[in-house]
């Protein structure tokens, strides 16, 4: 059977461990990164079917891991993870081509509405 491909990067590792768990408890493969310099380089490899991502990472941050991906025109939805969620993030995430950007620390209900809209089960 296959289970559809997320890929966490966060360099808190505990916060991508937790998330993690989350994911394989409902059944999709996890791939994880706490580098912000290999995330480009695997995502082209690896090829997700959804990324969530942290806004606020270093040396790379998550912005210019999400405008990277637009100039490579990569149709992979992406999910910006934030701490410090406001409305000009939100929009400025969406510009570039996040289709979401959820706040710190996660409500589980509003992760389980995005994986359901961008991850459908299959029928």
Known sequence: MFNKKIMLIDDEKDIAVFL????????????????????????????????????????ITGKEILERLRLLKLQIPTIMMSAYKTMEGYYEMRKLGAVDYIAKPYDFKEIDRILEEHLPASP
């Open 20 to 59: 993690e768990r989350y994911f394989v408890e409902k059944n999709f493969d996890v791939v994880v990164i706490n580098d912000s310099e290999e995330a480009e380089r695997r995502i082209i490899e690896e090829q997700p079917d959804l990324i969530f991502m942290d806004y606020r990472m270093s040396p």
